[in-house]
């Protein structure tokens, strides 16, 4: 998952903008760190929202953030940590708006993102009532506690979780034990305890 | 050595220790009960939390099929156009697609390129998606006039030619041997007719995506071929970048509908096609514009070359949400109504030609799937068919 924007922004100062020339000159570079990251940042950010059209706008939002940037390296020279920090932030702040609208609507969470799933529609259901209930609790939780959740469950390493969230490499796993266990916690008030059985 | 910390128990758990580290844990763990204790718990709750957050994860059909796809959005964020202070919002929220100003004039271009025994479901997927439909009569007579129907199709197509990146080509459409084989290919759930003898022929048409940049001269010089010189569309629609993206759509036939199935056109053209039901569903495409465009002022051009006035359009254009709203253009004189269908409201297009038999389209839109149906008959043989959708 690790790479570097080597390449990409070679020879622009801090605090300069991309210009066409420059664009035109990393293009083909950019193309290849777009479709290496793309994915996996869409991945995690469904995992968040629920909704694949808004998983993909901010997917891409994201990586315009990145184009548009000049310095982006972390302290080892990886752009990783900032590229899921930042996918996190914007998700779990898009959950957290999400949440209160719906308490505010008193609407129940839907999960447009279900659509076109190949299930029976009770499959479907379940599915997303589970789902909700799930992002209902993140929502709930410290932002930092959800994003290293949600970053784990993504896949990243310990040493990404802390590129990405600024611990150090050392605390990850105290920090994710915290999290569970508030997780877990709030879970059971939320939705009982037989639901974590 | 003192009790391990849950941070040890929790990495040692997730295999994130080094070497040494490790050791030195297994060892603590095989002579300290509570540790030993403590770790089962932490190995537990990490479990359980982690197959609850694995719900979230998104299923293969729920997944983006090609990253050239989001890439080719991405380059229509028109990097090279730093002066466009909003064009990073090109594919937020705040840049909801276009579709009711783009389909305005999409119109005209099939209007004029296309035979017009095409039916409008055929139109309708070639061109948007929407989450609902109006459709307003609009006068093509001028635009079809077959002195210049044939040069401004002409020109039309050297501009898309020009302008148009196609960066997924739909291929031939796939016969599939199931609706499970369907839906697994389509990524969506799939719907038929019950109530029919026979199983029905399922297509599946491939995905789709292009983009393109819009030059204003050139659209304008169409105009002008049109006899329209009087038209001119906003200035901040050149250079604006366009993105289409059309995932699969299914298209099933039930009955006799020998044109699509092989039987040549002159002899299909002297048969009965009575008993021929299309149904065909498509997922929203997806339709991107910069967010500076005014639709509403651009889909007033598209109406005012239908032949809408210019104080109907501009009235009409300001009543339409442009978002979400694909404005279907009908002949002049065709009959339509809107019918709740399928729990939605829908739209009734009576298609019958002159001297010939009942023929209708009915065009409805739910939970983000456009559904087209088209048969013999009147409205109620429409929504009996449509109600009986599984």
Not at chain 2, 319 to 339: E, K
């Amino acid at each position: 998952m690790s790479s570097t924007l080597e390449g990409l922004r070679c020879g622009m100062s801090e605090g300069e903008e991309r210009s066409p020339a420059d664009s035109r000159r990393t293009e083909s570079s950019f193309e290849k760190f777009f479709l290496t990251h793309y994915r996996h940042l869409f991945s995690l950010l469904f995992r968040i929202t629920g909704d694949r059209t808004r998983a993909e706008e901010l997917a891409n939002e994201v990586m315009w953030k990145a184009y548009r940037q000049p310095k982006l390296t972390g302290a080892d020279g990886k752009l990783d940590g900032w590229l899921y920090r930042t996918a996190s932030n914007l998700g779990i702040e898009d959950l957290r708006a999400n949440a209160r609208r719906q308490r505010h609507q008193g609407a129940a969470a839907h999960d447009s993102g279900n659509a076109g799933v190949s299930s029976t529609p009770l499959d479907e259901v379940l599915r997303t009532e589970k789902r909700d209930r799930v992002r209902a609790v993140l929502a709930s939780l410290k932002p930092w506690q959800a994003q290293i959740l949600i970053l784990r469950s993504s896949g990243l390493s310990y040493k990404e979780l802390a590129d990405a969230l600024g611990f150090k490499a050392a605390s990850v796993g105290t920090m994710l034990s915290r999290a569970e266990a508030q997780f877990h916690k709030c879970y059971v008030q939320m939705h009982g305890s037989e639901e974590w059985s | 050595m003192s009790c391990l910390s849950d941070g040890i128990l929790r990495a040692r758990f997730d295999d994130q220790l080094s070497q040494p580290q490790l050791q030195e844990c297994e060892q603590h763990l095989a002579s300290c009960a509570d540790c030993r204790r403590r770790s089962e718990a932490i190995a537990h709750d990490a479990k359980r939390v982690s197959v609850v957050l694995s719900t979230l994860g998104p299923l293969p059909s729920e997944t983006p099929s090609d990253d050239k796809i989001p890439w080719a959005r991405f380059q229509a964020r028109t990097p090279e156009r730093p002066s466009v202070p909003l064009v990073n919002e090109l594919l937020s929220r705040r840049l909801l697609p276009a579709w009711g100003a783009l389909a305005a004039v999409c119109l005209i271009g099939i209007t004029l390129t296309f035979a017009p025994a095409r039916s409008w479901a055929q139109r309708i997927l070639a061109m948007l998606r929407v989450q609902k439909i109006t459709v307003v009569p609009m006068d093509w007579n001028a635009l079809n006039n077959p002195a210049n129907r044939d040069r401004l199709g002409k020109s039309i197509a050297q501009l898309v030619s020009d302008e148009v990146v196609v960066t997924i080509k739909p291929g031939q459409p796939q016969v599939v041997e199931s609706p499970a084989q369907a839906e697994e290919l389509a990524g969506f759930k799939v719907r038929l007719l019950g109530n029919q003898s026979e199983p029905p022929e399922i297509r599946i048409v491939g995905e789709q995506a292009f983009h393109g940049t819009v030059n204003l001269d050139r659209v304008h010089a169409i105009l002008d071929e049109a006899g329209r010189s009087d038209l001119q569309f906003p200035a901040s629609l050149d250079g604006a970048t366009i993105a289409v993206h059309i995932p699969k759509i299914v298209l099933t036939q039930y009955g006799n509908c020998s044109r699509h199935r092989g039987e040549n056109k002159a002899d299909v053209e002297t048969k009965s096609e009575t008993g021929c039901i299309n149904l065909v569903q498509a997922p929203s495409p997806t339709v991107s514009v910069p967010p500076e465009l005014n639709m509403a002022q651009i889909a007033a051009v598209g109406l005012r070359l239908g032949g809408m006035s210019a104080e109907a359009a501009q009235r009409f254009s300001q009543t339409v949400d442009w978002t979400s709203t694909l404005v279907l253009g009908l002949p002049q004189g065709t009959s339509y109504q809107t019918v709740d269908v399928d729990g939605v409201q829908g739209t009734w297009i009576d298609q019958s030609r002159r001297g010939g038999r009942s023929r209708y389209s009915l065009l409805w839109v739910k939970n983000g799937i456009i559904y087209a149906l088209a048969g013999s008959g009147g409205s109620t043989d429409a929504l009996t068919l449509a109600q009986s959708l599984k």
